[in-house]
């Protein structure tokens, strides 16, 4: 029954956006990314967004006016990780903040003999556990443009592997998938990057996933949705985790 009701009220949100079919058409035209889905597949990721633009609320740091097409833009990358699995993965939290450009918070960090410092780091974006999602524009407004790097997917998928916990590459599984296969592959294909990385040889990935298990799934997220094939050829099965993941074939539909 409440699944039921559920699905009454996302359609009636569905049917009462106001955005129009040509606004939704700019959006997705300004994504190349998205030029391989097949139109039921453009069909659910609209839906979805509308849904995620109406639950989520975005503001705008430093005065950024965020205006509605910035809105879907960061709401078609964010939706397109849960095209065939649903919004449930970005429930408990609200907000998307959004910087004009790079941001550089000031934060006290402890070390190991409980001595605090105070840093500042240059940041393009941040997922905070049960917080909010803090991207650059700068860096967002030409995310999908299939160059491997994708800042949205990089920190939604961060919100992902934070459904657990602290983001440690490891996030729930479906049912059905084999945790103990997932750590042996993740594992050796984050040491081989790492090898690879340190030995100064570029095979398409960027080496911030080699900085830790979580910026390798997170990193790997956006190679998976964008350069399929480089991640293929780097580990075939962390691929095939990826794909039972976000139960989606990204090499069946990208050049």
């Known amino acids: 029954m409440f699944q039921f009701i559920n699905n009454w009220f996302e359609r009636r949100i569905i049917r009462r956006s106001t955005i129009t079919a040509e606004q939704w058409h700019d959006a997705f035209a300004?994504?190349?990314?998205?030029?391989?889905?097949?139109?039921?597949?453009k069909d659910r990721l609209q839906e979805l967004a509308i849904l995620f633009l109406h639950h989520k609320i975005f503001e705008g740091a430093q005065g950024l006016n965020v205006t509605q097409p910035m809105k879907m833009v960061i709401a078609l990358q964010a939706c397109l990780p849960l095209l065939n699995t649903g919004l449930r993965g970005y429930q408990g939290w609200y907000t998307v903040v959004i910087?004009?450009?790079?941001?550089?918070?000031?934060r006290v960090v402890?070390?190991?003999?409980?001595?605090?410092?105070?840093?500042?780091?240059?940041?393009?974006?941040?997922?905070?556990l049960r917080g909010p999602v803090v991207l650059s524009w700068g860096e967002?407004?030409?995310a999908g443009v299939i160059d491997g790097h994708n800042l949205v997917i990089h920190e939604f998928a961060h919100k992902?592997?934070?459904?657990?916990?602290?983001?440690?590459?490891?996030?729930?599984?479906?049912?059905?998938?084999?945790?103990?296969k997932w750590a042996e592959a993740f594992t050796a294909g984050f040491e081989d990057l790492q090898h690879k990385c340190n030995r100064g040889k570029h095979i398409?990935?960027?080496?911030?996933?080699?900085?830790?298990?979580?910026?390798?799934?997170?990193?790997?997220?956006?190679?998976?949705?964008?350069?399929?094939?480089?991640?293929?050829?780097?580990?075939?099965?962390?691929?095939?985790?990826?794909?039972?993941?976000?139960?989606q074939d990204p090499l069946t539909r990208l050049p």
């Open 30 to 41: 300004s994504l190349p990314l998205l030029q391989g889905l097949s139109a039921d597949e």
């Open 99 to 106: 910087y004009p450009a790079g941001f550089a918070p000031k």
């Open 204 to 247: 398409g990935i960027d080496c911030y996933a080699a900085s830790s298990p979580a910026e390798y799934f997170a990193v790997l997220s956006e190679v998976f949705f964008e350069r399929p094939s480089v991640l293929y050829k780097h580990s075939a099965d962390v691929y095939e985790l990826l794909r039972q993941y976000y139960r």
């Open 110 to 128: 402890r070390d190991e003999f409980g001595v605090e410092h105070h840093v500042q780091s240059n940041l393009a974006g941040e997922a905070w």
């Open 160 to 180: 992902l592997d934070m459904i657990n916990g602290d983001a440690n590459g490891f996030p729930p599984l479906h049912v059905g998938m084999d945790s103990g």
């Open 140 to 142: 967002t407004a030409h």
